[in-house]
């Protein structure tokens, strides 16, 4: 008898292709977290290694011309992953939220976490050096999964229980918003960037 495969989980996967808005957006975050002490106290207070501007700014696309550019490609890229999601929008479609930068040093992570309050999250790479990490998912089933035995080695990706992402600077990732995902800690010399955000 065949098996069928139910409920999948939708990840997007889309590029920016404007090699001179990723080097604006390189810039932007490095001054960034050059200049932004609250997020840098944020940053240290929560243990965050590296810098991001999660609880100080929540303006950039009006702040800094590039991350209103971001925000048009992004708003096409969401759009897109919406109608693969069959979204029953209504007429409506998602707006922007809320948008952060990401810096990580070396041996830098972020713990696995959700989205609340938001229907669909991504993520923009702008610089992954050598030895950085990707996005690693976590399957939505696995609180459920109760005495379920672990996966064999070579499980076909839809079948893993964690799947981690190797994205390259310019990659654009989308998901919905209850996902679970991580930034496990990389081993590279340098700084990992990355633009987040929510819609809503």
């Given amino acids: 008898m065949p098996v069928r495969q139910l409920f999948a989980t939708p990840v997007y996967e889309g590029t920016l292709d404007d090699a001179a808005l990723l080097a604006e957006l390189d810039r932007s ?14 940053s240290r207070a929560n243990g965050y290694r590296g810098y991001t501007s999660y609880a100080s700014l ?16 992004l708003d ?10 069959a979204f029953d929008l209504a007429g409506r479609r998602l707006k922007l939220d809320s948008l952060w930068v990401n810096l990580l ?16 999250s991504g993520t923009l ?3 992954l050096p050598a030895g950085a990490r990707g996005l690693k998912l976590e ?3 696995l609180p459920m999964m109760m005495a379920a035995p672990p996966r064999l080695p070579d499980a076909p990706e839809g ?4 799947i981690e992402l190797r994205p390259a600077p310019g990659t654009i990732l989308l998901w919905e918003s209850w996902l679970r ?7 590279g010399g340098g700084e990992r960037i990355s633009v987040s955000f929510n819609y809503r």
């Fill in 29 to 42: 975050v490095r001054a960034l977290a050059a200049d932004d002490a609250a997020g840098r106290r944020w």
């Fill in 58 to 73: 929540n303006d950039l696309p009006v702040r800094d011309p590039a991350f209103a550019a971001l925000r048009r490609h």
């Fill in 76 to 85: 096409r890229h969401v759009a897109a992953f919406a109608r693969a999601c």
């Fill in 105 to 120: 040093r070396p041996g830098g992570a972020h713990a696995a976490h959700l989205h609340p309050h938001s229907i669909v």
């Fill in 125 to 127: 790479y702008v610089a």
């Fill in 139 to 141: 399957d939505p089933r």
């Fill in 159 to 162: 079948a893993r229980t964690f």
């Fill in 181 to 187: 995902h991580e930034v496990p800690a990389g081993t």
